[in-house]
């Protein structure tokens, strides 16, 4: 495949910037891609589980005698067999920011869905019959539902084990159901306040959501021909499975290859290392392959979650529109244990407190906190998310208050290229975070050019009224991250073939993202090739490089620069290697259409390769390559909705949806608007449809796609995505990241335009018709 060279600006490029087809788009449009379920192990025998109907309780005998009489049941775990070893099932890098909380199988159950015990039998049928075989009996304990009361005197305590604690040096306090806490100031708040022209203070509340992922999670393990434990995983994190199995298992890392097949979505879901290890225990325990298979209802039940938040903002505001003084205050529901409580709730200040750098008393305090409900983890956009729903909102109100509008309002008061903001030095995930410079910011022609596309000034404040259904315009200004400076790191390793192609080997994990494509067109941009002539292997942790996988935005930023690099380190070899061959200096040299040209002649990749493989001073053309960043350039995004609000029902229609984001240089535009219009969706589908419901006992009550909405193809509004490029110098031909940001703008937008529409604010999701009716009923009566 001959390509034109793709001008951005004044960046010429060979394979960057063109919409190349995803790589594997044949193999999964002709059903020949292989996900996990599709790997077929000879022998393989079938785990299920017996879940808690508990919210609370102690396990004080448990009886599988039963169970274990059925015809096919092979072996039993539970609380009385497994090793506790505390660990989190987060899979961060080491030593995790989360709590050592869980245990494979606990004595306590801790919300309903908790793992009792598990079964491996011949085939599902039989293992699901073996659960309702086993006898347990269970002291009923106190359970706290309500997260706003959990450290409150005389709340049930969820965890008191004084072996749960933190791998790093942070507060935890567990007597007070306290998962992680932060404390940062900017400033001197009060005082920030007290100067100000007006004060605002607004609480909101994000609720429970399902990552919704088409595959649900699986795992197949088996023991190779020399005895090695190997385990097909449908996980974002192969190397982080292989480290936090071998800490559970109690066996060496050497001892286990961890393998990524195709994965059907994960937004965070799959970050989890909730599986691997109780298949992979029962491999060991019976020498056969153990294969677990979640239903959808496994996964509502007992997988991972959006934390629930309640969102505090205090804020000051000059009469000039000059924001003086900001605060967040976020309480985080963890649920049962602590994936992630402490990073989401960081990034709930630390991805969006900088965006209003001008404010110059600034605070953000969080806690999370233990209750017993389903387990939070994380989502796409890991507390951002949360947070923008609440200051999004805040900022209009603002605005409104001031008689601004609010695109000069933002324009006011967002951070601009060549400026930074304290918060990103004091607030990190985990630890503090680092000083930053932004150097790349497109946001100002985001709001240009969104504006122009939704036709903001002829719709805004003008209540057009359309067969009872009246208009209204809203939109939000958001940034994000590119990776986790100095903890994310990523690796590359490439080699030529004597028919001058590249194997690309890459721990880098694509999860329908399209990132395997993406990496090879970085690859095929530093050698100078097509990308058709790059071979990838990504995500085996006995072939590929290390990487930590995919969550926070770091594969593109992150693992792109380490393939760029690498493909350098390849170019140069070439070069010399030609530079032997023809006897002439490098400097005279050039790659074009993957070929080495000078003034008059040329060779063929083939023909260096095969000289380097064959005839002189004979090598390997090879590198590997490694990457870690500084720095977090953020990508910007504005949100514009206009919706219809009919004042008889509450029912919302979505009449246009315009994102604008800039990602820096689009690597890949169709796959980059893909994302973004897959996270729009995502978000426009947690702001108004989806919502877990329990009953009085903390069980889900809905717990399937019949009765848990989310968003389907005859859903989708008319949507328009605008890329606005420019070039972060820190990222691998001037790109950022894209994936996550555009997720954090449906919540605030839709309310900031039904705000415009109908004069009602929504201080708690979902926006369902009946709260907006009640509210439009409350306003007018």
Same mark, same amino acid.
Not at 207 to 229: F, N, Q, W
């Given at each position: 495949?001959?390509?034109?060279?793709?001008?951005?600006?004044?960046?010429?490029?060979?394979?960057?910037?063109?919409?190349?087809?995803?790589?594997?788009?044949?193999?999964?449009?002709?059903?020949?891609?292989?996900?996990?379920?599709?790997?077929?192990?000879?022998?393989? !025998?079938? /785990?299920?589980?017996?879940?808690?109907?508990?919210? *609370?309780?102690?396990?004080?005998?448990?009886?599988?005698?039963?169970?274990?009489?059925?015809?096919?049941?092979?072996?039993?775990?539970?609380?009385?067999?497994?090793?506790?070893?505390?660990?989190? =099932?987060?899979?961060?890098?080491?030593?995790?920011?989360?709590?050592?909380?869980?245990?494979?199988?606990?004595?306590?159950?801790?919300?309903? $869905?908790?793992?009792?015990?598990?079964?491996?039998?011949?085939?599902?049928?039989?293992?699901?019959?073996?659960?309702?075989?086993?006898?347990?009996?269970?002291?009923?304990?106190?359970?706290?539902?309500?997260?706003?009361?959990?450290?409150?005197?005389?709340?049930?305590?969820?965890?008191?084990?004084?072996?749960?604690?933190?791998?790093?040096?942070?507060?935890?306090?567990?007597?007070?159901?306290?998962?992680?806490?932060?404390?940062?100031?900017?400033?001197?708040?009060?005082?920030?306040?007290?100067?100000?022209?007006?004060?605002?203070?607004?609480?909101?509340?994000?609720?429970?959501?399902?990552?919704?992922?088409?595959?649900?999670?699986?795992?197949?393990?088996?023991?190779?021909?020399? $005895?090695?434990?190997?385990?097909?995983?449908?996980?974002?994190?192969?190397?982080?499975?292989?480290?936090?199995?071998?800490?559970?298992?109690?066996?060496?890392?050497?001892?286990?290859?961890?393998?990524?097949?195709?994965?059907?979505?994960?937004?965070?879901?799959?970050?989890?290392?909730?599986?691997?290890?109780?298949?992979?225990?029962?491999?060991?325990?019976?020498?056969?392959?153990?294969?677990?298979?979640?239903?959808?209802?496994?996964?509502?039940?007992?997988?991972?979650?959006?934390?629930?938040?309640?969102?505090?903002?205090?804020?000051?505001?000059?009469?000039?529109?000059?924001?003086?003084?900001?605060?967040?205050?976020?309480?985080?529901?963890?649920?049962?244990?602590?994936?992630?409580?402490?990073?989401?709730?960081?990034?709930?200040?630390?991805?969006?407190?900088?965006?209003?750098?001008?404010?110059?008393?600034?605070?953000?305090?969080?806690?999370?906190?233990?209750?017993?409900?389903?387990?939070?983890?994380?989502?796409?956009?890991?507390?951002?998310?949360?947070?923008?729903?609440?200051?999004?909102?805040?900022?209009?109100?603002?605005?409104?208050?001031?008689?601004?509008?609010?695109?000069?309002?933002?324009?006011? #008061?967002?951070?601009?290229?060549?400026?930074?903001?304290?918060?990103?030095?004091?607030?990190?995930?985990?630890?503090?975070? /680092?000083?930053?410079?932004?150097?790349?910011?497109?946001?100002?022609?985001?709001?240009?050019?969104?504006?122009?596309?939704?036709?903001?000034?002829?719709?805004?404040?003008?209540?057009?009224?359309?067969?009872?259904?009246?208009?209204?315009? $809203?939109?939000?200004?958001?940034?994000?991250?590119?990776?986790?400076?100095?903890?994310?790191?990523?690796?590359?390793?490439?080699?030529?073939?004597?028919?001058?192609?590249?194997?690309?080997?890459?721990?880098?994990?694509?999860?329908?993202?399209?990132?395997?494509?993406?990496?090879?067109?970085? !690859?095929?941009?530093?050698?100078?090739?097509?990308?058709?002539?790059?071979?990838?292997?990504?995500?085996?942790?006995?072939?590929?490089?290390?990487?930590?996988?995919?969550?926070?935005?770091?594969?593109?930023?992150?693992?792109?620069?380490? /393939?760029?690099?690498?493909?350098?380190?390849?170019?140069?070899?070439?070069?010399?290697?030609?530079?032997?061959? =023809?006897?002439?200096?490098?400097?005279?040299?050039?790659?074009?259409?993957?070929?080495?040209?000078?003034?008059?002649?040329?060779?063929?990749?083939?023909?260096?390769?095969?000289?380097?493989?064959?005839?002189?001073?004979?090598?390997?053309?090879?590198?590997?390559?490694?990457?870690?960043?500084?720095?977090?350039?953020?990508?910007?995004?504005? *949100?514009?909705?206009? /919706?219809?609000?009919?004042?008889?029902?509450?029912?919302?229609?979505?009449?246009?949806?315009?994102?604008?984001?800039?990602?820096?240089?689009?690597?890949?535009?169709?796959?980059?608007?893909?994302?973004?219009?897959? !996270?729009?969706?995502? $978000?426009?589908?947690?702001?108004?449809?989806?919502?877990?419901?329990?009953?009085?006992?903390?069980?889900?009550?809905?717990?399937?796609?019949?009765?848990?909405?989310?968003?389907?193809?005859?859903?989708?509004?008319?949507?328009?995505?605008?890329?606005?490029?420019? *070039?972060?110098?820190?990222?691998?031909?001037?790109?950022?990241?894209?994936?996550?940001?555009?997720?954090?703008?449906?919540?605030?937008?839709?309310?900031?335009?039904?705000?415009?529409?109908?004069?009602?604010?929504?201080?708690?999701?979902?926006?369902?018709?009946?709260?907006?009716?009640?509210?439009? #009923?409350?306003?007018?009566?």
């Amino acid at each position: 495949m001959s390509q034109k060279i793709k001008n951005l600006g004044k960046y010429k490029y060979r394979s960057v910037g063109k919409s190349v087809e995803k790589i594997d788009s044949i193999s999964l449009s002709t059903g020949k891609a292989k996900f996990f379920a599709d790997y077929i192990i000879p022998d393989t !025998a079938h /785990v299920k589980f017996l879940y808690s109907k508990h919210a *609370h309780a102690e396990i004080l005998s448990i009886d599988t005698t039963k169970a274990e009489k059925i015809d096919g049941v092979i072996y039993i775990l539970h609380h009385e067999n497994t090793e506790q070893i505390p660990h989190t =099932t987060a899979g961060q890098g080491f030593p995790e920011p989360s709590p050592y909380d869980s245990v494979m199988f606990d004595k306590t159950m801790r919300f309903v $869905g908790d793992k009792v015990a598990a079964v491996l039998a011949e085939t599902p049928e039989i293992a699901e019959e073996a659960c309702n075989k086993i006898k347990v009996k269970y002291k009923i304990l106190p359970a706290l539902f309500d997260y706003e009361i959990a450290s409150d005197k005389g709340s049930p305590i969820i965890h008191c084990e004084k072996t749960k604690k933190y791998p790093i040096p942070i507060p935890y306090s567990p007597n007070l159901n306290i998962a992680a806490e932060v404390d940062i100031n900017i400033g001197n708040l009060e005082e920030g306040l007290s100067e100000s022209d007006y004060y605002f203070d607004e609480t909101f509340y994000t609720h429970y959501s399902s990552h919704a992922m088409l595959e649900p999670h699986g795992v197949i393990t088996y023991l190779d021909e020399t $005895g090695r434990l190997v385990i097909i995983t449908a996980t974002q994190v192969p190397f982080h499975v292989r480290r936090i199995c071998a800490m559970v298992l109690n066996i060496p890392i050497k001892q286990i290859r961890v393998i990524k097949p195709r994965i059907g979505g994960g937004f965070g879901g799959k970050q989890e290392v909730f599986l691997e290890y109780i298949a992979a225990l029962f491999t060991l325990k019976t020498n056969r392959p153990a294969k677990i298979s979640l239903s959808r209802k496994d996964v509502f039940r007992s997988s991972r979650t959006r934390h629930p938040m309640r969102v505090n903002i205090r804020c000051g505001v000059k009469k000039n529109g000059h924001i003086n003084a900001f605060c967040i205050d976020a309480l985080m529901n963890t649920g049962a244990y602590g994936s992630h409580a402490l990073t989401v709730l960081s990034n709930a200040g630390s991805k969006v407190l900088p965006l209003i750098n001008k404010a110059e008393h600034q605070r953000f305090i969080g806690k999370s906190v233990y209750t017993n409900l389903p387990v939070g983890g994380a989502y796409r956009g890991y507390g951002a998310t949360q947070s923008y729903f609440a200051v999004g909102q805040v900022m209009d109100i603002m605005a409104r208050k001031l008689n601004i509008d609010l695109i000069e309002f933002y324009s006011q #008061n967002n951070i601009k290229k060549g400026e930074t903001s304290p918060i990103f030095e004091k607030l990190g995930e985990g630890k503090e975070g /680092v000083k930053m410079i932004v150097e790349s910011c497109g946001l100002e022609e985001c709001i240009k050019k969104g504006v122009e596309a939704i036709d903001w000034y002829a719709k805004r404040d003008k209540q057009i009224e359309k067969n009872n259904k009246v208009h209204g315009v $809203g939109m939000v200004c958001l940034m994000q991250g590119s990776g986790i400076p100095r903890i994310d790191m990523g690796s590359a390793y490439i080699k030529m073939n004597e028919d001058g192609s590249f194997n690309l080997h890459i721990g880098a994990t694509d999860i329908g993202t399209g990132s395997d494509t993406i990496l090879a067109q970085i !690859a095929a941009e530093a050698i100078g090739t097509d990308i058709d002539e790059i071979i990838v292997l990504s995500s085996d942790t006995d072939l590929t490089p290390f990487d930590v996988g995919a969550y926070a935005s770091s594969t593109t930023y992150i693992s792109g620069q380490a /393939v760029r690099k690498c493909g350098l380190k390849i170019k140069k070899q070439i070069l010399e290697v030609a530079s032997e061959i =023809t006897n002439q200096n490098i400097e005279e040299l050039e790659i074009l259409n993957k070929k080495v040209q000078w003034n008059n002649g040329s060779l063929d990749f083939s023909e260096i390769c095969s000289y380097a493989l064959y005839t002189n001073n004979q090598f390997q053309i090879q590198a590997t390559a490694s990457n870690i960043s500084n720095t977090s350039p953020p990508p910007f995004s504005a *949100h514009f909705a206009e /919706v219809a609000v009919d004042k008889e029902t509450g029912e919302i229609e979505i009449i246009k949806y315009v994102t604008t984001v800039d990602c820096g240089t689009a690597i890949n535009p169709k796959l980059a608007e893909g994302q973004v219009e897959g !996270a729009v969706v995502n $978000g426009i589908s947690w702001a108004l449809t989806e919502e877990y419901r329990f009953n009085k006992q903390g069980g889900m009550i809905n717990a399937d796609f019949g009765r848990y909405k989310i968003y389907t193809s005859i859903d989708i509004p008319n949507m328009e995505t605008i890329l606005i490029p420019t *070039h972060e110098p820190t990222g691998p031909y001037g790109a950022k990241s894209v994936s996550e940001i555009a997720i954090n703008g449906p919540g605030p937008a839709i309310a900031n335009a039904i705000y415009d529409a109908i004069g009602v604010r929504i201080h708690s999701l979902p926006i369902k018709p009946e709260k907006i009716l009640e509210l439009y #009923n409350k306003k007018n009566n």
